[in-house]
């Protein structure tokens, strides 16, 4: 993966492939990806980790049904804190990527993972442009403003 830190890889591949540092912990291979932290990485670790997901599961490597670690293995095997890697999960459950089904564990949803996410992003800018009082015309304005500013 091209972001430092990420150790997301393909089944066969060396996880540390690309000069990136040794995740703590050792990682938590989930179906021939392993997931771990970098800590050399500038990025927090709840943000590799939430990175390392949505790219395998991007990419394939986590497939819909996969079904995930445990709150508590997925911390104990790379290293944080178990409300970091509850907090991952929660997040990625909202956005659709990860699903829920009670004490039978989380398992990578079968949802259109791109369509999923632009919803649930739309959704909360939709709920905070409301919350600070901007209709429709003002918000689609900002989106198109943000778009146009990127690189």
């Known amino acids: ?7 997301a890889a393909a089944p066969g591949e060396d996880p540390r492939a690309g000069g ?22 500038a990025d927090p670790p709840f943000r590799q980790l939430k990175g390392q997901i949505l790219e395998a599961v ?5 497939t ?24 991952v999960y929660r997040e990625l459950e909202e956005a659709g990527v ?6 039978s564990g989380t398992f990578v949803a079968a949802a259109d993972l791109p369509s999923a996410v632009l919803a649930r992003a739309a959704e909360e800018f939709t709920d905070l442009a409301t919350g600070a009082g901007f209709g429709v015309d003002d918000a689609v304005e900002a989106v198109r403003n943000a778009f146009v500013r990127q690189p």
């Open 58 to 62: 991007r990419r394939g490597l986590l």
């Open 64 to 87: 819909p049904g996969t079904r995930m670690p445990a709150v508590r293995t997925l911390a104990d095997q790379v290293g944080v804190a178990a409300n970091t890697a509850a907090k």
């Open 20 to 41: 990136g540092s040794r995740p703590t912990g050792g990682g938590s291979r989930v179906a021939g990806v392993v997931l771990g932290v970098d800590p050399a990485s």
């Open 98 to 103: 990860l699903e829920g089904r009670g004490r």
């Open 1 to 7: 993966m091209s972001e430092p830190g990420a150790t």
